[in-house]
């Protein structure tokens, strides 16, 4: 495992200890560095890569941690690294699709404390908060939200209420997001340019909100996945392109390819009703029922409009399911 020295983020954005009510380097210290292997012939190793890395947070004092879901999705081998050099292995333990939240199990003490949940509904826009990463301040981002507001993902995931902040953490994947009170108030998940003007780009880190999490922890802590039908997934990358939602990608294997949809069909509709948006593609399709239902697509393909009807399936059933060490 690599050293947590390999990067730091720039001195001028990294938080200082005094402009904080709690003790930050204390609460840095729950963060730890997760490093997962993955098998070449696992279903998401085109995508996401054989070998990943990113952050995690200690929750529980039993070892739990929890991280953003597709650092671990199919993980063979995973490993926790805390800021003081200590290396422990983990088990990918669950992975929730709906929130993108992924837990790991230390197989080992990793001798730190466990960071309280906050809450997240009482995050304000404006507020200064921090993300933090494994490696304590010099790995960390003094950091303000900027947004809360619904976000759709193209690989068939929404949030009705994410988080935006900035300055943008650079290695964001499993990041904490720290409130005021030094607690746990979201994941990091994603990087995404915000246009300000016509020539001003702001780099801004999308969050995924730790309240979405209560609901189901007890499900993935038991069971692996939350105890409710899953959603239908078809194995499609979406777009939004000038008004218009357009295939750009399918999953090698999954429905919507062996249906026949293709990379550039232009979707009109589904079961019936236009859509014009990421969000309002995926809420359709969900609303139709669970996963195994068929969901017909009207689609424009080289100025021909037709009809695609595509058998649903488990994101699941597609994925290696984690071996215990």
Known sequence: MSSLSDWRVPVSVQPRPDDYDYDLDAALNSIVAIR????????????????????????????????????????????????????????????????????????????????????????????????????????????????????????????????????????????????????????????????????VVQHINMIVPIDVLKPVLNDLLTQGRPNRPPRPWLGLYAAEIEDRVVIVGLAEGGPAQRADLRQGDIVLGVAGLSVVTLLALFRRIWSLGAAGIEVPFTVLRDGESIEVRVASGDRNAYLKKPRLH
């Open 36 to 199: 997962a292997q993955i098998p070449h012939d696992a279903f998401t190793a085109g995508v996401l890569g054989t070998e990943r890395a990113g952050h995690g947070v200690l929750v529980r004092a039993n070892g739990l941690v929890l991280t953003i879901g597709y650092l671990i999705t199919e993980a063979e081998t995973v490993w926790l690294q805390t800021n003081t050099g200590q290396i422990v292995a983990g088990h990918a333990l669950a992975y929730d699709h709906e929130t993108g939240f992924g837990l790991v199990q230390a197989l080992g003490s990793l001798e730190v404390p466990p960071l309280p949940l906050g809450h997240s509904s009482d995050a304000s826009v404006g507020e200064y908060v921090v993300v933090g990463g494994a490696g304590g301040r010099q790995r960390s981002v003094a950091a303000r939200i900027v947004a809360r507001q619904e976000f759709a993902g193209y690989w068939e995931y929404v949030l009705d209420d994410a988080i935006f902040t900035t300055p943008a953490h650079p290695h964001w994947g499993g990041a904490a997001l720290l409130g005021p009170k030094g607690d746990l108030l979201g994941i990091g998940s994603l990087q995404l340019e915000q246009r300000r003007a016509p020539d």
